[in-house]
């Protein structure tokens, strides 16, 4: 199901929402620019949010961006390491749900 090639099936969200489409391509490329937090680090974080929401398509994309922009690969292991604590941390802090009172 993940290829790269359905990539190109945006341009049917384009021609569909041509106004909103264009104005999310601008605050992508806006939010990426270099600012207080450098492009690198920026990438690491939009690879740690891809490996959370489990998007391959962002996964790839971000990671390339990111070495792009001169991330090692020990940089984009920690960052999928932080992602993965993220996400098991919550399933973790929910176990309060299992009891009305602590046991």
């Known amino acids: 199901m993940y290829d790269m090639k359905n990539l190109t099936k945006l341009k049917t969200l384009e021609k569909l929402a041509p106004d909103a489409f264009k104005a999310f391509r601008a605050f ?3 939010v990426f620019q ?3 937090i450098p492009v690198k680090f920026k990438e690491l974080i939009a690879v740690a949010v891809a490996v959370t929401t489990q998007c391959p398509y962002c996964i790839e994309k971000h990671a ?3 070495r792009k922009a001169g991330a090692s690969e020990e ?3 920690e960052a999928t390491m932080v992602a993965a604590a993220m996400r ?3 399933g973790v802090s929910h176990m ?3 009891w009305c009172e602590p046991p």
Request: net charge negative; glycine share 16%.
């Open 75 to 77: 940089e984009l292991a």
């Open 64 to 66: 390339e961006h990111a």
């Open 34 to 36: 270099d600012g207080a």
């Open 28 to 30: 992508d490329a806006a």
């Open 96 to 98: 309060q749900l299992m």
């Open 88 to 90: 098991a941390g919550g």
